[in-house]
């Protein structure tokens, strides 16, 4: 039987075939590939007389995410609020090359747009619309928007992106219909002191599965390899092919197509800005390895 595994806690993994969830345990150790499995794995797993599952086989990848470990993750909505916390640019673009890096589809979402009219927004989604990106506007308390996220679910495998505060929470509890995820409110109080174990968990809803913990707990984009982060610039794509270099890291090179169009005012320049601060720090941690 083949599955998905839906949550793993202590050793055991609770797979989910057709209808029914098995609770499995990993058989032997997978050496060959030294794989152990993850959430979101699709595996093949075997009953034996008395009903107890066990993992067979894991199946390949094709994406995985570290902490939280989720594998074959296909999308992420990346929430931000209009205010309160202000929207950053500089933190959206690191989610955007953390998506792009795993290949994931990206859906931004601004949530709290009572809080805020959209024209205070209104250069940001310009250029998010440029890059190609698409967006849905929330008002997570009242339930705003919360259709649009669901229409968005089926067949993929979906985590919540974003920094703390922004209804991350909220809109997955109205998604899921229950509390899934402690809201703001209420994780507060608990931080001080409670020591939580956090297990990821796949929730099924609209013909797909959303994670119940947020997609990137760091942000931090600097093990990225120098060649792989234009690929995270969609809007490079265009230009890439034309430098006069094909190594052209669209740095200080002559020639470079990818900077000519930001000179054309073609590419946008704070996102290329962006890709050079960002290019600079893996050149310069590179240096010290
Ligand atoms: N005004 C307003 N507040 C919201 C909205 N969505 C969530 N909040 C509040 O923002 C705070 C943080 O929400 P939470 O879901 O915990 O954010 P998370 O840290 O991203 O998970 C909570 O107090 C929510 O009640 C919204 O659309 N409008
Ligand atoms: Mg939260
Ligand atoms: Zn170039």
Sequence with gaps: MQGIIVKGIGGFYYVKVANEIYECKARGKFRHNELSPLVGDNVVIELDRDNKGFIKEICTRTSMLIRPSIANVTQAFIVFAVRNPDFNMDLLNKFLVLCEINKLKVVICFNKIDLADKHEIETTVLLVKSIGYEIIYLNAKLGQGIDNIK??????????????????????????????????????????????????????????????????????IGFIKKEELQRCFPEFEDYYDSCKFSTCMHYKEPGCAVKEAVEAGKINENRYKFYLKTLEEILNRREWK
């Design 151 to 220: 229409n968005h679910l089926k067949e993929n495998i979906t985590v919540f992106c974003g920094p703390s505060g922004v209804g991350k929470s909220t809109i997955l509890n109205s998604v899921v219909g229950h509390l899934a995820m402690e809201t703001g409110d209420i994780s507060e109080k608990l931080k001080r002191g409670k020591h939580t174990t956090r297990h990821c968990e796949l929730l099924e809803i609209e013909g797909g599965y959303v994670a119940d913990s947020p997609g990137f707990s760091s942000l931090d």
